[in-house]
C-alpha cells in the first residue's frame, strides 16, 4: 500500500527474488516482493493458465502487438503472427546487437524456461565465481538449491524406449559416434509426471508442445517450490503489476521506493510510494543492471561505483540445426523439456543442449542450443537524451561462440555426411547469434557489490540475482544463481538483520 514502511523490499520473483524472501521470511523479517509482471495464477478462457507454444495468443509475449518467436521461420515460412498487446510472460527485449529473452510474472524466468538444472563441473568453477569459496557451494549450496528446485534426471530405461525422445538418441547416438561425451541433463519437470502423460492418464504438457509461454502441468517451477514455502510463512506479500521505477535514501533512515502499478495493457494505473529499510535488487540480469546504471547516472543513488553495469556476457548462447539423412528421423512427437547435451567444453569450449523441435510432424532437424566460453563482455549505460538503459553488445562478439559450437557440429556433419539446417533463423542462415536466454552480469559480484552481494556505496542495498555472476556459468545458469543466492542471504542474515 502506498505510504507504507517496510523491512525488506524485494524487487523482482525469479530465482533470486525467490530466495530472497524465502530465506528472510523464516528468519522472522516481513518481506514485500514487487513483480511487474503477472501473478499466473488464474486460468484464461481456454480453462489454462498458459497458453502453448504452437499457439501463442495475448499471454505469450511481454507488451508486444506480434508475437517475436526465437526462431523467425521454418521451412521457409515466417511463423510470427499478430497479437493483442498485453502483460504477457516472455520478454523479448531488443537492445541493438542482441535480443534478450526473459520471463515476466511471479516466478521470473522458471515460468518459461526449459528447467535444465545443471550444476557446473566442480573444475570450471573457479572461472564462474573466481571469489567464491568453492568447497562451501559444492558441499553445502549446490545441495541445498538442487533439493530446493526439486531436480531430478529421466529415468534411462523411459529414455531408451519412449518415441518423446527419439530426436535425443539421435543425439547421443550421433556424438558418441564422433567421440564426444554425451550426458543426462537433470530438470525440475516431473518426470513420473511426464512417464503418465506419455502413458495417457494425465494432461499432457510437455507432451503437448508446452514450454515457452509456460508449462500447465508437470514443470516445478517456482510457483511450485520456493513461491508457496515464502508464503507459508505468513510474512511475504507478493504484489503483482507492479513495477519499480526508483529508489532514493530516505531522509529518516532507509529507502523510499517509487512503484508503478501497471494494467495489463502496460498503461500506469497508480503510482505509490512505500519507505523500505533494506531493498533486495532481484529484477535479473537486465532488470537490476537497468535499474542500477539508471540510479547511479540521474543521481538517485550517485555512491554506486564504477562497476555498475559492467561484466555483462550472454553466457555464450548459439543455436544451430542439422540436417538428418532420410534414415534416421528424429520423430513426430517430441517433448518439449531437453534431458541431455554433448560436452565438448574441456576440448572446444562449447557445452551443447540437444533441444526438442516440436513441431509435430517428422523434419529430420537435429536442433541444438549451446552455451559456449564466449570472453566477450558488454556494459549498461545511461543514454541522458532518450532517458534509456543501453547494452554495447554487438552481433559480430557472437563470432566466438559459433567457432566453439563448430568444434562439435562440423565433426559430427563430418563423421555423419550432413549438412547444417539454413532454414531456421533466416533464409540461408545457420547460426541463431542474434539471441540469448541467459543474461548474466551487470552488478557483478565482488566488483559492484562485496562478496555477499552487499552494494557498495549503500548500506541495506543487495543485488541478490543473475546480476552478480560475471557472464558465464559454463552451463544453464538457473541452479547457479540461486545456489548463490542461497549462500549469501545466509550471510546476510546472519550480519546485517
Ligand atoms: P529472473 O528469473 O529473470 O527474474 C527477474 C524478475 O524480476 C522477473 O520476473 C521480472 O519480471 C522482474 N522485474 C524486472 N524488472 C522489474 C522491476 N523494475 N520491478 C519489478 N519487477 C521487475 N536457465 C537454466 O538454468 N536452464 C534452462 O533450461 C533455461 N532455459 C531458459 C529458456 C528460456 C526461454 C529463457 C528465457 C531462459 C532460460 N533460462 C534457463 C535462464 C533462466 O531462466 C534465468 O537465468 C533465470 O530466470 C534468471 O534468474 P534471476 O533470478 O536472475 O531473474
Given at each position: 500500500t502506498d505510504g507504507a514502511r517496510v523491512s525488506a523490499l524485494v524487487i523482482g520473483s525469479g530465482y533470486g527474488g525467490s530466495v530472497a524472501a524465502l530465506r528472510l521470511a523464516q528468519a522472522g523479517v516481513d518481506v514485500q516482493l514487487v513483480e511487474m509482471?503477472?501473478?499466473?495464477d488464474t486460468p484464461g478462457p481456454d480453462g489454462k493458465i498458459f497458453c502453448t507454444t504452437p499457439n501463442p495468443d495475448q499471454r505469450s509475449f511481454w507488451l508486444r502487438t506480434r508475437t517475436k518467436q526465437p526462431f523467425s521461420q521454418f521451412l521457409g515460412f515466417p511463423i510470427d503472427k499478430d497479437i493483442p498487446r498485453y502483460t504477457g510472460i516472455l520478454d523479448a527485449e531488443e537492445f541493438s546487437g542482441i535480443t534478450v529473452y526473459q520471463g515476466r510474472g511471479v516466478g521470473g524466468g522458471s515460468l518459461v524456461n526449459g528447467g535444465m538444472a545443471v550444476t557446473p563441473k566442480r573444475e570450471n568453477f573457479g572461472a564462474v565465481l573466481p571469489t567464491v569459496d568453492a568447497n562451501e557451494m559444492y558441499d553445502v549450496y549446490y545441495p541445498r538449491a538442487n533439493a530446493g528446485l526439486g531436480v531430478a534426471t529421466i529415468r534411462p530405461a523411459w529414455f531408451d524406449t519412449t518415441d518423446w525422445y527419439q530426436f535425443a538418441r539421435v543425439g547421443r547416438k550421433q556424438a558418441q559416434r564422433s567421440g564426444f561425451p554425451f550426458v543426462f541433463v537433470p530438470d525440475v519437470y516431473d518426470w513420473d509426471y511426464m512417464e503418465q502423460e506419455a502413458a495417457g492418464t494425465v494432461t499432457k504438457s510437455a507432451l503437448a508442445g508446452e514450454i515457452l509461454f509456460g508449462n500447465n502441468y508437470g514443470k516445478k517451477s517456482l510457483q511450485k517450490t520456493y513461491l508457496p514455502k515464502a508464503a507459508a510463512t505468513g510474512r511475504v506479500t507478493i504484489s503483482p503489476l507492479h513495477r519499480v521505477t526508483q529508489v532514493i535514501p530516505a531522509s529518516g533512515g532507509g529507502y523510499t521506493v517509487t512503484i508503478e502499478q501497471l494494467t495489463t495493457a502496460g498503461a500506469v494505473s497508480t503510482i505509490k510510494t512505500v519507505t523500505a529499510d533494506t531493498v533486495f535488487f532481484a529484477a535479473g540480469s537486465v532488470g537490476t543492471s537497468k535499474l542500477l546504471v539508471k540510479l547511479k547516472a540521474t543521481g538517485a543513488?550517485?555512491?554506486?561505483?564504477?562497476?555498475?553495469?559492467?561484466?555483462?556476457?550472454?553466457?555464450g548462447n548459439v543455436m544451430c540445426g542439422r540436417a538428418n539423412h532420410i534414415w534416421d528421423p528424429t520423430g513426430a512427437s517430441q517433448s518439449t523439456i531437453p534431458c541431455a547435451g554433448i560436452d565438448n567444453w574441456a576440448a572446444g569450449g562449447a557445452f551443447a543442449e540437444v533441444a526438442p523441435l516440436p513441431t509435430g510432424i517428422e523434419t529430420w532437424a537435429s536442433f541444438y542450443l549451446s552455451i559456449t566460453k564466449n570472453p566477450n563482455r558488454a556494459q549498461f549505460t545511461w543514454n541522458p537524451t532518450t532517458r534509456a538503459v543501453e547494452l554495447n553488445w554487438q552481433t559480430a562478439w557472437k563470432q566466438p561462440s559459433i567457432d566453439m559450437a563448430k568444434t562439435i557440429f562440423e565433426k559430427i556433419n563430418s563423421t555423419e555426411g550432413t549438412i547444417y539446417r539454413t532454414d531456421l533463423f533466416g533464409t540461408y542462415k545457420i547460426w541463431g547469434d542474434h539471441l540469448t536466454y541467459h543474461p548474466l552480469g551487470g552488478a557483478v559480484l565482488g566488483k559492484a557489490t562485496d562478496n555477499y552481494g552487499r552494494l557498495a556505496g549503500y548500506q541495506g542495498l543487495y543485488a541478490i540475482d543473475g546480476s552478480l555472476i560475471p557472464g558465464n556459468t559454463s552451463v544453464n545458469p538457473f541452479v547457479t544463481i540461486t545456489a548463490l543466492a542461497e549462500r549469501n542471504i545466509e550471510k546476510i542474515i546472519a550480519q546485517d538483520f
Open positions: 509482471g503477472m501473478a499466473w543513488l550517485p555512491n554506486l561505483n564504477a562497476e555498475i553495469g559492467k561484466g555483462w556476457g550472454d553466457n
